[in-house]
């Protein structure tokens, strides 16, 4: 869903005041973000300037929408619902100990047929070295 930013006078004023006073790479994208967005930029261009993907940009504009620049700002994620993977970490750590042999492919494969879980590659390989289940290579 893409939302439709328009901001008042008042507000246009303020997000010019929090892109000069900001210090945070990650809260100047956002503040920049909704600029391009309120200037009439498709989510899809912004994504692609600032370097994120298209559901990050909807996140964002969702987060204004809802809260404000106070809401924008906020790097907080309460609603974070964690990693798809995480229950199935320790059937994945079986499967390791079972399969000293076995290859990263071999476990996606695995997490795919067994448990209908599809997992893009690189993103299980930092997890699992992350959570010390795999070594780095």
Known sequence: MSYRI???TDQTYQLADLMQETQSKK???RLLALSLRHYGYPVHQIAKMIGVSEKTITNWMKQFLEGGFEGLLSLHYPKNK???VAPYLDRIQVWKETHP???LLELQAWLRDTHHLEVEYSWLYRYLVHHEVWELS
């Open 6 to 8: 328009r901001l008042t």
């Open 101 to 103: 042999e076995g290859t």
């Open 27 to 29: 809260l100047s994208r």
């Open 82 to 84: 964690g990693s798809k």
